[in-house]
């Protein structure tokens, strides 16, 4: 199976697919999605939306998983990422793609077993369970492969639960 991993943002939009066969994780790609604050809002939103179809176009996911985000004041902040993230959903919708919703503490648990974990202990069991050489970069980038390993978890249990 494999799970694409989502890290949504306007600036950058971190990526990365993981793939579970036989109860071993790997990563296939990761990396992120970079716009320029010139642009436009929508031109933006183009980019995110053509790169990550292609994405998804060539290396066929089973699944999408994305961080679910909260903000407390940055109103344009997170204006702005919730409308990367419409745009990651229609993407996703489009290609009929089954999609997991997370919070940052459900990801931290599934990859961690502690819903507290700090960035660094994230990323470490993410080089760890992926058998990387060292820790993703950029973190936006190590954040989508941990919401990848969470996804594939998350899934998993919920085709199960189908199945009975």
């Known amino acids: 199976m494999l799970c694409l991993g989502i890290d949504p943002g306007i600036g950058r939009v971190g990526f990365g697919f993981v793939k579970e066969e036989d ?54 902040t997170a204006e702005n990422v919730w409308q990367a993230r419409g745009v990651i959903l229609l993407v996703a919708a489009q290609k009929r793609l089954p999609i997991v919703e997370l919070t940052p503490s459900e990801v931290k648990m599934a990859v961690c077993g502690y819903g507290r974990a700090s960035k660094v202990q994230v990323q470490e069991m993410v080089r760890f369970l992926l058998s990387l050489k060292s820790v993703p970069k950029p973190d936006d980038a190590a954040d989508a492969l941990a919401v990848a390993i969470a996804g594939l978890s998350v899934w998993r249990l919920r085709r199960l639960q189908e199945s009975i």
Request: charged letters at 20%; one cysteine or more; a negative charge.
């Open 23 to 76: 109860s071993v994780l790997s990563s296939l790609t990761f990396g992120c999605i970079d716009t320029d604050p010139g642009l436009s809002v929508q031109d933006r939103l183009n980019l995110i939306y053509d790169e990550l179809k292609s994405y998804i176009e060539r290396t066929v996911p089973d699944v999408l998983a994305m961080e679910r985000l909260f903000f407390g004041q940055n109103l344009t």
